[in-house]
């Protein structure tokens, strides 16, 4: 007799063959010895990784790191002020604004990509598209994440905090730096981390707004695609995979990032 | 105070975000002769959408694939769901580990391992060649069963954190409750925790549904010319056909689409909340 647990179970175990099967067989693919796709994976060898780390993907992948990075401070740094002000004060157009923060959420990223290019194209800054154009448009699509998750850890402090301070004689400045800041800095990060991955891992925007030697290397994978199959690309997508994977680990150990993955559906 | 501390990100946002989509929207009204823009008005980029065949059935077959792919996460996402709020397993922050891990990678990439699995000389036929089940090698893409195989794939993890919080936010006591006057497991299941946990399970059906329906690189990467979907067909407008008007007036019915699904979750999720 198979309980219903047991049942869930093993349609649990299907379901994560499902997710992770096609990343392990790229892993898998990457190491193999003929160029083809075969598996199970034939012999071993370390060719395609040797090729993956050729300037042709060496390059994008630097190209990303560098966006992403970028991408996360500065949509961190315009954030902070947007999150305290919505989450502080009731003003007028306060909930307009809110709309307007979510908005690159709920719009696709494809559309926002066609607009920026006809704008960049149309205002004569044909110049800036590749890595300016392509900044501007992670910073916007980006920023939504940031926003919630500082404005999560705001709203999440205890209120009395701020009023501990301040009747101890700290200034709004003092109190901010020396008390707010310590304890949304979690939030801060956290915001950060989303940013840099939702940037690192774009393609939708991308692909209107590079342009070459400035491509992302997401958007150089697709663009090989088209060629067909090369166990190169098993490599690459490896390396692409684990860079952000890496990064959350290391956050998670020293900061934490739990709490704000279920708080991302939060309103802000 | 508050105007100054917005100041920047909204500039920044009104600049780069509203006026290229009002900049769009305006495109989408006016007449494209010989990949210029002209500044006639005109309905015809959308009369142009909606008379043809082939972007006739690229509508339809974008909102199957945004309906299977809803489907699919949410058959396979609400069992994962259920065991990961409901087990007691000491891995439990583990395996949720695993399944939100995921979405650390690029869509790019994690397509590209269907890619390695589907194509003609790919695991699946070698597997089934080897198996004994086919004779010949399949193409089993480009098609658009392999684009929500792609795409349901890609999304799961999105239906699953939307259907763990609302499975999150049920009280146990409930389940304890109809146990406790003799209805079976089975039975609670089916008339406490199903109900309850509707509104998570609808959110996450239209969540999937709103991103599979603007997705691009699963698409291009397991569909071709035949299965042309409204991203890949906004993509080609823009990049090879140069026709900004008609690529607009895609990109602006892309828009209206996954803004009245968006609307229908948020409707939803008033009545999630008010329960």
Redesign the interface.
């Known amino acids: 007799m198979v309980t219903?647990w047991a049942a869930?179970?093993g349609?649990?175990v299907l379901?994560?063959i499902?997710?992770?099967?096609?990343?392990l067989?790229?892993a898998a693919?990457s190491f193999n010895q003929s160029n083809?796709?075969?598996?199970p994976p034939q012999g071993f060898s370390l060719q395609w990784w040797q090729r993956a780390m050729a300037p042709e993907w060496v390059d994008p992948l630097w190209f990303s790191l560098k966006l992403a990075s970028l991408t996360a401070v500065l949509s961190t740094l315009?954030?902070l002020?947007?999150a305290?002000?919505?989450a502080?004060?009731r003003?007028r157009g306060?909930e307009a604004?809110v709309a307007?923060?979510l908005?690159?959420l709920?719009?696709?990223?494809?559309?926002?990509g066609?607009?920026?290019?006809?704008?960049f194209q149309?205002a004569g800054l044909r110049d800036y598209i590749g890595f300016t154009a392509l900044l501007?448009?992670h910073?916007?699509i980006c920023?939504p994440f940031a926003?919630r998750t500082v404005a999560i850890s705001l709203h999440t402090l205890p209120p009395n905090v701020e009023l501990a301070a301040a009747s101890l004689g700290a200034s709004r400045a003092r109190t901010l730096w020396h008390v707010v800041f310590p304890l949304i800095k979690s939030g801060i990060i956290a915001g950060a981390v989303f940013a840099f991955?939702h940037s690192?891992?774009?393609?939708?925007l991308s692909?209107?707004l590079a342009r070459p030697g400035e491509v992302p290397?997401?958007v150089k994978?697709?663009g090989f695609?088209e060629f067909g199959?090369a166990p190169t690309?098993?490599a690459v997508?490896v390396i692409?995979?684990l860079l952000?994977?890496a990064l959350?680990a290391i956050v998670q150990r020293i900061t934490g990032l739990g709490d704000f993955?279920?708080g991302q559906?939060e309103r802000v | 105070m508050p105007w100054l501390l917005v100041a920047a990100p909204m500039a920044l946002l009104l600049a780069f975000f509203v006026l290229p989509n009002v900049l769009l929207l305006s495109t989408s009204f006016l007449k494209s002769e010989a990949q210029q823009l002209t500044g006639e008005l005109t309905l015809e980029n959308y009369t142009f959408l909606f008379g043809k065949p082939i972007y006739q059935w690229a509508f339809l077959r974008t909102f199957t694939v945004g309906a299977a792919v809803g489907l699919f996460t949410v058959l396979l996402g609400f069992p994962l769901a259920y065991f990961l709020v409901r087990t007691t397993s000491p891995w439990k922050g583990v395996l949720i580990a695993v399944c939100l891990a995921p979405l650390l990678a690029s869509v790019v990439v994690r397509t590209y391992g269907w890619y390695i699995i589907l194509n003609r000389f790919g695991a699946a036929n070698d597997l089934f060649l080897w198996l004994g089940l086919i004779e010949e090698r399949i193409a089993f893409m480009p098609s658009t069963g392999a684009i929500i195989i792609g795409l349901t794939h890609a999304l799961l993890p999105y239906t699953v954190l939307t259907i763990m919080g609302s499975l999150n936010g049920i009280n146990p006591n409930l389940e304890q409750a109809a146990m406790s006057l003799g209805a079976s497991r089975t039975r609670t299941f089916f008339h406490v925790v199903l109900p309850l946990s509707l509104p998570g399970i609808a959110g996450g059906f239209i969540l999937a549904f709103s991103i599979a329906i603007s997705a691009y690189a699963t698409p291009a990467i397991l569909g071709g010319p035949a299965t042309q979907v409204m991203a890949t067909a906004i993509y080609g407008f823009i990049t090879q056909l140069l026709d900004w008007s008609v690529g607009a007036a895609l990109a602006v019915i892309l828009i209206v689409s996954s803004f009245l699904l968006l609307f229908a979750a948020a409707r939803l999720g008033a009545k999630q909340a008010a329960i």
């Not at chain 1, 499902?18 to 990343?23: K, V």
């Not at chain 1, 083809?36 to 598996?39: G, T, V």
Request: net charge positive; proline share 7%; charged share 5%.
């Open positions: 219903p869930l179970r349609v649990v379901v994560y499902f997710m992770l099967g096609p990343i067989i790229t693919v083809r796709s075969q598996f315009l954030a002020p947007l305290f002000a919505l502080r004060y003003f306060r604004m307007l923060t908005g690159p709920m719009l696709p990223a494809l559309v926002t066609v607009g920026l290019l006809q704008l149309y501007v448009g910073i916007v920023l926003v991955v690192f891992t774009d393609v939708n692909i209107f290397i997401t994978i697709l695609l199959f690309l098993a997508s692409t995979l952000p994977l959350v993955i279920y559906r």
